[in-house]
């Protein structure tokens, strides 16, 4: 297979997302919770983040990880807005959301309900 655009996608249509995204400190996440998860729409933009990393994994105690391609990620706030429908639903969300960002190198990741944005910390 050959790589023409190494760290960019393919699609041209969030090149400026995906700078700014690199260049940023924290990123702030704003999701419905759809059908008890992020909506597709949400998961396709996540899903498409992964070209920020190299096509190799390590494998540790924690699990496998895709290597960086940069020196420095974004911290992660992703505040979410919804109802689950099932009871485990806001721990299986969070758990993902955590996981993700673990594994495309943020080092801080918090995972709320929308009701807690602005509170004092």
């Known amino acids: 297979m050959l790589v023409k655009t190494p760290g960019k996608c393919?699609?041209?249509d969030l090149d400026q997302?995906?700078?700014k995204y690199l260049e940023a400190d924290k990123v702030i996440i704003f999701s419905q919770i759809k059908k008890g998860f992020i909506s597709g729409k949400m998961k396709t933009?996540?899903?498409r983040l992964i070209c920020h990393y190299l096509p190799y994994i390590e494998i540790s105690k924690e699990g496998s990880n895709h290597l960086a391609r940069y020196n420095k990620y974004p911290d992660i706030?992703?505040?979410y807005e919804g109802n689950f429908s099932m009871k485990n639903g806001k721990q299986i969300l969070e758990d993902y959301i955590?996981?993700?960002f673990t594994q495309y190198r943020s080092k801080n990741i918090m995972v709320k309900d929308i009701n807690t944005w602005g509170a004092t910390k």
């Open 17 to 19: 997302f995906h700078r």
């Open 77 to 79: 706030e992703f505040y």
């Open 98 to 100: 955590i996981r993700t």
């Open 45 to 47: 933009i996540i899903d």
């Open 10 to 12: 393919i699609f041209r």
